[in-house]
C-alpha cells in the first residue's frame, strides 16, 4: 500500500463522488484499502489539497522571481561591484557616465587587454588612465583662464579642446593618448606606426606582389614565345586583374586577424540634448504628390521610431532636370507638401518648434546641362539647407516651412541624411547622434580648416539590405544576402575603419553642419561632380559605425542595377581629379589638394575596379590571339583572369571550408533565400557570364566621362534615380538581348 500514490487516491474518490449512489459500494472498498494505510481516505483528500496548494503558491514565487530578475539590470550590478567601473566614473569631464553600454565595456575591455600584456592589475591602469585626464584637465584649465578673451565661435578645435579631449579617460584606452599609457605604464616607448605609413606599406606590398606576379606570368609567356613585346603587353593587361585578387586576399586576412573596432557614443535613448539638436533629412527628386505623401508617411514612422526632443524631420524636395523653369506637377508637389507638414505637425504638436517640414527647391538655368535643374543637384540641395540652416544664406527655396517659425529655430548641430528608399530604424537616428556628440569624435581640422584630420565630422553607419527588398525578385535573392537586421548586432570587420579609422561615405549618415559648411561650401567646383559622397567622407574624415544599421533598397533587376553602376563609374572617374597635388576650387582658383594617402588610394582604388572586366577580357582575347600565332599553353592566363572574377567566390568558399564550426547547421527562414556558399557560387557563375557585359558599359562610363572632362566639358551632372532606374528597366527577353549585346557577340 505505500507505493499507493496520494494524487491517484484523491482523483479516485473525486471520480466515484460523481457517480453518486451507484459508486457507494467502491467508495467503501477504496475506504477500505485506505484504511489498511492507516489513514481515511478524507485525511488523504486533505493531505492532497494542501500539497497541490503548496506547490501552486511555490510555482506563484518561482514566476514572480523571474519577473522580477528580468526587471533587474544585471549590468547596473555588475558596474556598482566592478573596481575598474567606479575609478572610471570619475572621469574628469563627466563624459563615461554619459556613454552608452556597448561603449563602457570597450573602454573595459580595453584595460582588460593591456593588463593581460602588461601583467598589470586593472585597478592601476584604470588609476593611471585618470591620473593622465586629471593632469590633462589642469592643464586645460590654466590655458583656458590664459584665453578667456578669445572668441568662442571657433569650430575647430585648437589647443584648449584638444586639451579637453585629452582630459577624457577614454582618450588613453582608445584615441592617441593610448601610447602615453603604455610608456607610463612599462616605463617604455611603444612604437606606433602612422595611418599614413600604413597605408604606403599596404601601397608598397601590393604594389610589389602586383608587379612580381605580372612579371611571373610575363616570364611564362616568354619561354614560349621569346618575344619580349608581347612579354611586357601580358604583364601590362594583368596588372589589373592581378592587384584586384591581392587587394580581395589581403582584405579577408586582415579582416580575420584585425579585431572590429567600434565608434564610441553616449546613450541618448532617454532624448536628445538641445546641444546636439538635429535634423533628418531626406533629399530626393519630387515629381508627384503621391511621392511626397509616401515620403511623409516614412518620416512619420522614423519619428515615432526615434521619438525624442530636439529631433527634427524634413524632405528636401528637388526639382526635376527639363526645358522648362516650371512644371505642371510643381503645384500639387508644393501643395502635398505642405499640407502633409501641417497635418504631422497637428498630430503630434511641439511647443518650441514644429517638427516635420517640406522643402522645395527653384529651377535655375544649368548652361553646362543645357536645362533647367536644381543647382548641383542633391549635393547643391544639402549645401543650400546647411548655408541656411547656419543663416550664412537666405531663404532660396521655392517653398519652405522652416521660414513660418525661423525665429525659433533651433541652433542645429547634427544632420542626418537619408535616401529616399532608406529606413531609419528603431533608435537608429539617436545612436548616430550618440556617435557624433562623443568627445574622442569631435572633428579637429588642419591649419587651413578644409580637412578634418582627427575626429569624425560625418558617421556612416552600416547599411543592410530589408527583408522586403531582398525577397521581390531572384537578382535580389542572389546579390542582396539573407537581407534584414538581427536584435543583436555587433560591430563588424571594415579594412579602412579597423586599420586606418577612416570608412567609406556612401551618402546615408548624419555629419555636423558646421564643419561640414566650413570644409566643403568652397571645395568643390561646380557642374563638375556628380558622385560627391566619397570626396566628403574623405574631407570630413567618415566614421564607419559598423554596430549601428540602416536598410536600404536594392535593384530588383541586372537593368536598373547595370544603370547604377554605370552612373557610379562616371562619378568615381570624376573626382580622379583628387589624385593630384593640386586642384581648383569653386572659385576656379589653384589651391594645395588636403586629401591625405589614404583618400587618394580610395579614389584610385575605385578606378582600377571600374576597369577590372575590360582588362580581364582584353586578357583573354590577347591570350586567344597568341594562341593562334604561336600555338602556346594559355591555360595559366585564362585561369588567373578567371579567378580575379570569381575572387570574392573562391574566399567565401575557402573560409567555409578552413572556418566552418562543429555541428553548424543552415539556418532555417520563413522566407526563401539564397545566401551563403551556394549565392557565392552563383554570383561566381553569374560573374563569368556577364562579364563581356560589364566590360563594355564600364569602358563606355569610362570613355563618356573622360570625353566630357577633357573635351564637350558638359553633362558631368547627367543623373537618373533610383526609382527612375527601376520603372525605365524592362525585363522583357528582348530587352535584356538588346542590352547585353556584347555578351551575344563575344557568345557568338
Known sequence: YGEMKYPFIEYLSYRLKKYGKKAYPFLMVLEEQVGRMGMAVSEVVEKEHFDIALRKIAIGNCITSIKTLSRISMAEIFEQINGVEDILRQDPVGVYDKMDYETKVAYRNQIKEISQKTKISEIYISKKCLELSQKALKINENSTMQNEDTTQKEIITQPQKEQHKKAHIGYYLLDEGKQILLEELTGKKPKKVSNTKKIGYAITALTILTLGTSSLFAWYL???????????????????????????????????????KIIPKLDYIDGVPKE?????????????????????????????????DNLYFAILGDCSAGKNQKEPFDEEVIQSGQEEAKRLNEKYTDVDFPKFHFLYRKRVWNEKEECYLGWERKRGLLNQFNEYILGKEKDNFLVNTIEDRKEKLPKIKYIITLDADTQLSLNTGLELI????????????????????????????????????????????????????DA??????DIYQDNFEEGIFTGKGIYDVEVFSTVLSKEIPENTVLSHDLLEGSYLRCGLASDIVLMDGYPSGYNSFKTRLHRWIRGDWQVSKWLGNSIYNKHGEKKHNSLTLLSKYKIFDNLIRSLQEPMIILTMIYASILDVIYSIKIGPIIAISVISAVIPMLLEIINRIIFKKEAETVQKTFTKTISGVKASIIRGILAISILPDKAYFSINACIKTLYRMFISKRHFLEWMTAEEAEKNAKKDLFSYYRNMLSNVILGT
Not at 223 to 240: E, F, N, R
Open 276 to 308: 546636439s539638436s538635429t535634423f533628418v533629412v531626406i533629399p530626393t527628386i519630387l515629381t508627384s504628390k503621391e511621392k511626397v505623401r509616401q515620403l511623409m508617411e516614412r518620416l512619420e514612422v522614423y519619428y515615432m521610431a526615434n521619438k525624442s
Open 434 to 485: 550618440g556617435g557624433m556628440a562623443h568627445i574622442l569624435n569631435m572633428p579637429v581640422l588642419n591649419g587651413r580648416k578644409d580637412l578634418v584630420v582627427e575626429g569624425h565630422a560625418l558617421l556612416q553607419p552600416r547599411v543592410g539590405i530589408s527583408l522586403l527588398e531582398v525577397g521581390k525578385s531572384l537578382f535580389t535573392k542572389i546579390y542582396a544576402g539573407s537581407g534584414g537586421k
Open 222 to 260: 616568354y619561354t614560349q614565345t621569346h618575344q619580349i613585346i608581347w612579354s611586357v603587353l601580358l604583364a601590362l593587361l594583368l596588372l589589373i586583374p592581378n592587384q584586384v585578387i591581392w587587394v580581395q586576399i589581403g582584405q579577408y586576412i586582415l579582416g580575420k586577424f584585425v579585431k572590429p
Open 488 to 493: 543583436y548586432t555587433n560591430a563588424i570587420s
